[in-house]
């Protein structure tokens, strides 16, 4: 059966990642609980010294704009 939630929180990444992939990078959803989204950040975002940075003013931001019910991103 699919989350709703997980399915918008996907929504969202799908129009994040063309800029991650710009530079190599992407976003997997790992999961979607209690306003808690878990991602995976992969590729040349895997390990990147700034990678906090994205996910924090680029991701978990973009989440919380356009899903309010999104608490906090954490990176696994």
């Given at each position: 059966?699919s989350?709703?939630?997980?399915?918008k929180?996907?929504?969202?990444l799908?129009?994040?990642?063309?800029?991650?992939m710009a530079?190599?990078?992407?976003?997997?959803?790992?999961?979607?609980?209690d306003?808690?989204?878990k991602?995976k950040?992969?590729g040349a975002?895997?390990g990147?010294?700034m990678?906090?940075?994205?996910?924090?003013?680029g991701i978990?931001?973009?989440?919380?704009?356009q899903l309010p019910e999104?608490t906090?991103?954490?990176s696994i």
């Open positions: 059966m989350d709703p939630l997980f399915d929180v996907n929504d969202v799908d129009t994040i990642r063309p800029a991650l530079d190599g990078g992407n976003v997997d959803l790992i999961d979607v609980k306003g808690v989204v991602v950040l992969v975002c895997h990147c010294p990678s906090q940075m994205t996910l924090r003013m978990e931001r973009e989440l919380k704009r999104i906090t991103v954490e």
